[in-house]
């Protein structure tokens, strides 16, 4: 068992994290998880000691290049077994709580 | 004095392409606009678990053709990258996108605002999947349609080289323009498969620091680009003229009102937590594949004005005619077809006014023209050969154009064909003057209006066939001599 550095993720950082993840954890739960989570960097971080210099990064080990598939159109799930799994179907629509009051119809996210 | 004062705005505009594969970006579900909500979806695009990716080759060859035509260095070897947010029409919560190593780097786009030309330079192209579409419902719930999701998109990044919203709406048409041509897009922002963010700042001249800007979204039809942009502009200035500060934000426009309104600021900016996307191994492109593309790469717009400039037309005429590819080909095959570049102003003249008039008249588009190519090819060697007068001409276009006739046969078959035979000519204005001696008195005497006169019997003697400066010529001559 790896022993467990201070501070290699704070508390803050957690809360942040959890929010980001839309998890919402008690003040217990963010203090089992700082230390938790930094059990898991410790560990990670012990690839530091390795040298690298000189080594290309490895992105997917076995698979050089990218597959590319021709542009033909498939089979598609039937709409009703689409929209199965929704908590609210209207319209033929996945319906869910209103988003963002205030902004139009359509986002231009990219 | 230009209308921002001592201040100049600096604009950076980010594009979404759709582009018109069949299938989408990483899986078989039809790309097709306007089908049944959620009747285009496969288990991947609802991001169902133990789906994977499979890229579509037709999709990254679209966007080789978008970045070997505007100049950009191609990467021989991009990557995908993990965009991660929530949002209920982002199925897997995270966007494929590209981060570090686009597809494509650098690169300009070229445009005319008014007769000046412009070229503004691009920071990227790269490859994503569109997300899906939410509508409000008004019963406070939100809809989502996923048949968009996964569409492939690109993303075209302009570098901040735009000062106005005119500059930013040509610029925009320019990259409309050019997907239709290169046909990778039908560039439709009605139908949101082109679409538009911008990157908005101001400075004072002179400086080099560029300003706080704020993000517009939302501003998705050429006519609210320009006044978007306008109004942010304008609403920084103000701020900043009045001591106070731009906030960095993101505004969305309200095209109702014709205003814009905060929509985040930067302390809740996204966090998108981008990652090396691990189920795609990073994409290579050959030197055969490039080549390939660059072998089959349609003429950009830019290109073809330039071409007709070199031809001898107009500016005006040059732009109208590169601006639709169907339009360039439509004069191409005219042109060929009526003997090369003597008759190019005179083509380029009649497809510009009779032809679009009649076909806008009718909203009718050019592929469905009743006078193709060849006939007008036709009509246009009647003209240069001196058979037909510009007046004739019209009207034989007209009833070509609603008969389906062939010029040539409709001339030949009606006797429409211009005279010009001096000595014919010279028959009926005898005729004509000797059947008005009293006029002919007159004229001799000094009154040269009569001119006119004269010329208006011969015509309507001729059913408007004759050569009118024949005519003129043939006229005065005549009642010269026996004077």
């Known amino acids: 068992m790896l022993e467990c550095t201070p501070m290699r993720i704070t508390a803050e950082e957690v809360r942040i994290t959890a929010r980001m993840a839309r998890l919402r954890l008690e003040e217990a739960e963010v203090e089992r998880m700082t230390l938790e989570l930094g059990r898991i960097l410790d560990y990670v971080a012990s690839l530091e000691q390795v040298d690298t210099t000189g080594v290309a990064p490895l992105d997917h080990p076995g698979v050089l290049t990218c597959p590319l598939r021709p542009d033909e159109v498939g089979a598609h799930l039937p709409q009703r077994e689409a929209l199965r799994n929704a908590p609210l179907v209207e319209q033929e629509h996945f319906a869910v709580p209103a988003i963002l009051v205030g902004l139009s119809a359509e986002r231009g996210e990219g | ?483």
């Open chain 2, 1 to 483: 004095m230009s209308a921002t004062g001592p201040f100049e705005a600096v604009i950076g505009l980010e594009c979404h392409v759709q582009l018109q594969t069949r299938s989408k970006l990483f899986s078989a579900a039809s790309t097709r606009f306007g089908g049944a909500p959620n009747s285009q979806t496969d288990p991947y695009t609802l991001g169902l678990p133990g789906t994977l990716p499979v890229l579509n080759e037709q999709a990254v060859e679209f966007a080789l053709r978008l970045g070997l035509s505007t100049g950009c260095r191609i990467r021989r070897v991009c990557r995908f990258a993990r965009k991660h947010y929530f949002y209920p029409d982002l199925p897997k919560g995270y966007q494929i996108s590209q981060l570090d190593e686009p597809l494509c780097e650098g690169g300009h786009i070229e445009f005319f605002v008014g007769t000046e030309r412009r070229r503004v330079r691009l920071l990227r192209i790269h490859l994503e999947e569109d997300a899906g579409k939410s509508v409000h419902a008004p019963t406070g719930t939100s809809l989502v349609d996923l048949n968009r999701a996964g569409v492939p998109l690109v993303e075209i990044v302009s570098a901040p080289e735009l000062s106005s919203g005119q500059e930013a709406s040509e610029y925009l048409r320019a990259i409309r323009r050019l997907v239709r041509a290169l046909r990778i897009s039908d560039g439709n922002m009605e139908e949101g498969s082109l679409r538009c963010d911008a990157n908005v700042s101001v400075r004072r001249r002179g400086e080099t620091a560029l300003g706080t800007r704020t993000e517009l979204k939302n501003i998705n039809s050429f006519r609210f680009v320009q006044r978007a942009i306008d109004h942010e502009v304008a609403r920084q200035i103000d701020l900043l003229s009045r001591g106070g500060q731009v906030v960095q934000e993101t505004r969305g426009w309200d095209a109702e009102r014709g205003t814009s309104y905060p929509q985040r600021g930067k302390e809740e900016a996204h966090d998108y937590r981008y990652l090396p996307e691990p189920d795609l191994p990073p994409l290579h492109i050959d030197e055969s594949w490039l080549a390939r593309v660059r072998a089959t790469l349609p003429e950009t717009p830019m290109a073809r004005y330039d071409r007709y400039v070199e031809l001898g037309l107009p500016h005006a005429d040059a732009q109208l005619l590169s601006s639709e590819p169907e339009l360039g080909e439509y004069f191409d095959r005219t042109l060929s077809a009526a003997g090369g570049a003597r008759a190019a102003r005179l083509a380029a003249a009649w497809i510009g006014s009779e032809l679009l008039g009649a076909l806008h008249r009718d909203g009718r588009d050019l592929p469905s023209s009743p006078v193709g190519p060849e006939a007008l090819a036709e009509l246009l060697r009647l003209i240069l050969d001196g058979t037909l007068s510009g007046k004739l001409a019209k009207e034989v276009f007209a009833r070509c154009y609603s008969s389906g006739e062939r010029p040539a046969a409709l001339v030949a078959r009606e006797g429409l064909s211009q005279i010009s035979d001096a000595l014919a000519i010279e028959a009926v204005c005898r005729r004509v003057i000797e059947a008005h001696p009293q006029q002919a008195a007159k004229y001799r005497a000094g009154a040269s209006k009569l001119l006119g006169f004269f010329i208006g019997q011969v015509m309507r003697e001729t059913g408007g066939r004759a050569n009118p400066e024949r005519v003129r010529q043939v006229l005065e001559s005549l009642l010269g001599e026996k004077s």
